[in-house]
């Protein structure tokens, strides 16, 4: 259950809700299922993901697995 000190916000990497501490507002922080970097915004702003953020980790995620032989 989400405290008045938190709030959900949606990864633009993966797309998970996340809880998101208020005092993170405004730093970088990451997702904890996909690593996916992003600043903690205000969830009632109509900021859309940044597309080229979103293609820089995919080319992240292949070249991880590139490496590892996956």
Known sequence: MPSSTSFFVKCPTC????????AYLGKSV?????????????PSSSDSPNISKILARADE???SLAVHGE
């Open 15 to 22: 797309g998970r809700n996340l809880q998101v501490r208020v």
């Open 30 to 42: 990451a997702c904890r299922h996909c690593r996916g970097k992003f600043v903690a915004s205000d």
């Open 61 to 63: 995620l292949l070249q």
